[in-house]
């Protein structure tokens, strides 16, 4: 897509929002609040399947809050208003293109990347240590 074409606001509500970049300060709130999410996954997993069906409504609704919430997190809007003015649309939007402008894609593929050969290197520095205490 041509960079002439990509949003940088987006209406939330009755007010215009800027798609924010994600620094280390707005990505540490970010990875505090998700947190909740892995725990429904792992609940969902772990319920029995015939119960799943009553899990799955209550963790849905429980989605719809993450999605105003993490909207709030980074907008800067408070959720009050969020709850009052803005659609589940207006949000999922803002979130998906806060995804697209900060290529969060592309950023775990290099995150992943980065694993194999730190992981490497930390077994290489203990197995030195190893060395040096016997020595």
């Not at 959720?79 to 009052?84: A, F, K, Q």
Request: net charge negative; glycine share 4%; charged share 25%.
């Amino acid at each position: 897509m041509f960079p002439f074409f990509k949003k940088d606001r987006v209406e939330i509500g009755r007010k215009q929002v800027e798609i924010p970049k994600l620094t280390r300060a707005r990505l540490k709130k970010l990875t505090e609040h998700i947190g909740t999410i892995g725990e429904y996954l792992v609940k969902l997993f772990l319920t029995p399947e015939n119960d799943r069906a009553v899990f799955i409504v209550a963790a849905a609704d429980v989605a719809i809050d993450e999605i105003y919430e993490l909207t709030a997190l980074l907008s800067d809007l408070p959720i009050e208003y969020l709850d009052e003015q803005a659609s589940l649309a207006e949000c999922t939007e803002f979130l998906k293109l806060t995804w697209e402008k900060n290529d969060i894609n592309a950023a775990l593929g290099n995150v992943s990347g980065l694993i194999p050969p730190m992981a490497q290197q930390f077994v290489q520095s203990i197995l030195a240590r190893m060395e040096q205490a016997k020595g």
